[in-house]
């Protein structure tokens, strides 16, 4: 199902860069539209994960820099029969941690430094157990490719809205320009919503899957359930700079909304839900 959505991912990437080079360039933007997709799709299927890396500053660890982490994830490789992923530290005292990559044999999980520092043992072992739950039922791939995919979107928005301003795809008299300067204007607010809408589609049921896969992994949902509680308290404390096209990565939101109508674009379900779904009950 994963590869799936993965695939009309990169098909929708295509179709959407071939319709505006077309809308900025009719046949000749088309070409070059088709080109672009096809460096793009390439791209994000060799490069999303380490560009998500790289964008968090993230720092490879070996097991002697972080033997709690390594222990943790080689027991739970073990049981599931998966590779050792990278592990990854990124520099913020924001506690969160997500994983990457193309697949099982090519996964990287990161983690950050406030993570390491307010867990225990058992929590933290939850939240790495969760972030293998992603790598195990192969969604990593999905949720890069969307991130990426969001990214394009939004960038080209953009650049479509900017191009219409300054006539950036033809003449055809004032009308034609007014009507290139609207359909920008249109493309630059309903492209980051378009956006927004799929990394909602594929990140609030995933979470619920590696939820459930960690729990029954570690054998202790009540752990990942402190975990997750402590994480949303605390990122709201220490909250994380983190970029809207690949917030849906992370275990618990960086960018948090105030309620209300913000919930309904969370790349996330409500915490109250994951953890009654974890343990049958909200916390006291």
């Known amino acids: 199902m994963n590869t799936l959505k993965s695939t009309f991912l990169l098909v929708l ?8 080079g077309d809308r900025f360039g009719g046949r000749n933007g088309m070409v070059m539209a088709f080109v672009l997709s096809v460096v793009f799709n390439f791209g994000t299927y060799f490069f999303s994960d380490k560009l998500a890396l790289r964008m968090y500053n993230a720092q490879p660890v070996t097991r002697e820099q972080l033997p709690r982490a390594y222990a943790a ?5 073990a049981k599931q029969g998966l590779p050792m992923p990278k592990i990854y530290v ?10 990457t990559g193309r697949n099982p044999q090519h996964a990287s999980v990161a983690v950050t430094h406030g993570i390491l520092q307010l867990l225990d043992d058992e929590e933290l072992e939850g939240v790495l157990a969760h972030e293998l739950g992603h790598v195990k039922n192969r969604d ?3 949720s890069s490719i969307a991130a990426t995919l969001a990214g394009a979107i939004t960038m080209v928005a953009r650049m479509g809205y ?5 006539g950036g795809y033809g003449g055809g008299g004032r009308d034609r ?4 300067g609207a359909g920008g204007l249109f493309m630059l607010i309903l492209a980051p919503i378009a956006a ?24 202790n949902p009540y ?11 605390y990122s709201k404390r220490i909250p994380m700079q983190a970029s809207p096209s690949n917030a849906h990565l992370f275990i618990v939101a960086p960018l948090l909304g105030s309620g209300g109508i913000a919930n309904l674009f969370s790349t996330h379900p409500p915490m109250k839900e994951r953890i009654r779904r974890l343990i049958g009950r909200d916390f006291v």
Do not use: C, H
Not at 162 to 166: G, I
Not at 177 to 180: D, K, L, M, T
Not at 203 to 216: K, M, N
């Open 177 to 180: 320009e007014r009507g290139n």
């Open 90 to 99: 990124l520099p913020t005292e924001s506690p969160n941690a997500f994983a």
């Open 162 to 166: 900017w191009a219409s301003m300054f």
């Open 73 to 77: 994830v080689e027991r739970l490789t």
């Open 196 to 219: 927004s809408l799929i990394q909602l589609a594929i990140s609030r049921s995933r979470e619920y899957e590696a939820d459930a896969t960690g729990a029954a992994v570690t054998g």
């Open 140 to 142: 990593i791939l999905t």
């Open 223 to 233: 752990a990942l359930a402190r975990a997750l509680q402590k994480l949303e308290s």
């Open 13 to 20: 990437l295509t179709l959407f860069l071939i319709f505006v």
